[in-house]
Every structure is written in C-alpha cells, then in structure tokens.
C-alpha cells in the first residue's frame, strides 16, 4: 500500500523502524490496548549473541503506563541491525501510521 508515495513497512517482516542512531518499535497492549512507542539505541541495548542464529540481540521487559502489564521483546539481529527473529508476550507490534492515527500524531 502507499502512503504518500511511501512504500508501508510490513511489520510482520520487520517491526523495528530506523532512526539514526536507534530502532523505533510501535507497541499496543494485550491488557488495555495502550498503544506505545519506544527507542532501542544501537550503541547501548544491544549484546552479542551466541546463538548461532544473529550477531547481534535485545532481550528488554516494557511495563504498560497505564495497567502495568509487562511486555516481554526477545530478537536476535544481523549486524546490520536487520532482524532475523523477533519474539514478544503481553503485546503486539503495529505500524507506526497506527500508532499516530491513535496518538492523534
């Protein structure tokens, strides 16, 4: 689909959105349906991996600010920063267009 001569990510491929110096992921709660966003800074939240899967992996716990419920991101990267698996509990990733459309952004 475009939007505004944008191709839209796929966030069933790769939810993670680039910035400059971090990944943008886009968050909707299980418990309340909150939608939030948060920042994955490249020099500071990643580790190396062991797994023989990727080079690189993020193994973070979000809380909820508004019920609390914690939600749980494992994903395991390319050293490019491009995932190669990703796993999350207590959410779901969505769009960032979603998530400013609910935002009012």
């Known amino acids: 689909?475009?939007?505004?001569?944008?191709?839209?990510?796929?966030?069933?491929?790769?939810?993670?959105?680039?910035?400059?110096?971090?990944?943008?992921?886009?968050?909707?709660?299980?418990?309340?349906?909150?939608?939030?966003?948060?920042?994955?800074?490249?020099?500071?939240d990643f580790v190396v991996s062991y797994d023989g899967r990727s080079?690189?992996?993020?193994?973070?716990?979000?809380?909820?600010?508004?019920?609390?419920?914690?939600?749980s991101l494992k994903a395991g990267f390319k050293a490019t920063f491009k995932p190669v698996y990703f796993e999350i509990n207590g959410g779901k990733f969505v769009a960032k267009e979603e998530y400013e459309q609910q935002k009012g952004g």
């Open 1 to 44: 689909m475009m939007l505004f001569g944008r191709k839209r990510q796929d966030i069933t491929k790769n939810p993670f959105y680039k910035e400059k110096d971090a990944l943008v992921i886009y968050l909707k709660c299980d418990r309340c349906g909150e939608y939030m966003t948060f920042r994955i800074l490249k020099e500071r």
């Open 55 to 71: 080079a690189l992996m993020i193994d973070k716990l979000y809380v909820c600010p508004k019920c609390y419920n914690q939600i």
